[in-house]
C-alpha cells in the first residue's frame, strides 16, 4: 500500500510472520514511551535554555563530578601548596593548591614539585569537588 500524506511518501509494507501481533505492539508501547520520555527531557532542556534559567550551584557541581581533575598531592593526600607565577611572569609568594584539568600538565608540574618535596605524587578528584572547594 502506499499513500500520500502532505507530500510524504508512506509505503506500508506487511507485517513479518515471525512477530507475534501481541509482541509488535508491546515493542511499540515501550519504544514509544522510551520516545515520549527523552522528547519531554529535551523539551525541558530547551524551555530551560530559552528562559534563560541559570543551573544552580548543586546541578552546576554535579554536571561537572563526570570529569576528573588532578592536583599534586602529599604521601597523606593532601594538597602540596605551589608557588606559581602570575601573569606578569612574576613568582607569587603565596603558595596555592593548583587543580588541572590535563594529566600531561599535572605531571609536567610534578617534577618541578618533587625537587622540593620527593614525597609529592598525582592525585585525582572530580572536577565539581575542585569547584565546590575554590569557592569562597
Keep these: 500500500l502506499r499513500f500520500l500524506v502532505a507530500g510524504l511518501s508512506l509505503i506500508l509494507l506487511p507485517r513479518e510472520p515471525s ?6 505492539c508491546r515493542m511499540d508501547a515501550v519504544t514509544k ?11 525541558a532542556a530547551a524551555r530551560r535554555d530559552q528562559q534563560g534559567v541559570a543551573l544552580s550551584k548543586l546541578e552546576i557541581v554535579e554536571k561537572l ?28 609568594v603565596h603558595d596555592v593548591a593548583v587543580i588541572w584539568t590535563e594529566p600531561q600538565e599535572a605531571q609536567a608540574a610534578l617534577a618541578q614539585a618533587r625537587a622540593q618535596r620527593p614525597d609529592a605524587a598525582i592525585g585525582t578528584l572530580p572536577l565539581g569537588k575542585a569547584f565546590a572547594l575554590c569557592e569562597g
Design 65 to 92: 563530578n563526570e570529569l576528573p581533575a588532578f592536583a599534586i598531592v602529599g604521601a597523606d593526600k593532601s594538597f602540596v601548596p605551589l608557588q606559581v607565577q602570575d601573569a606578569a611572569g612574576e613568582t607569587t
Design 33 to 43: 514511551a522510551a520516545r515520549r520520555a527523552q522528547i519531554a527531557k529535551d523539551v
Design 19 to 24: 512477530l507475534a501481533p501481541a509482541t509488535v
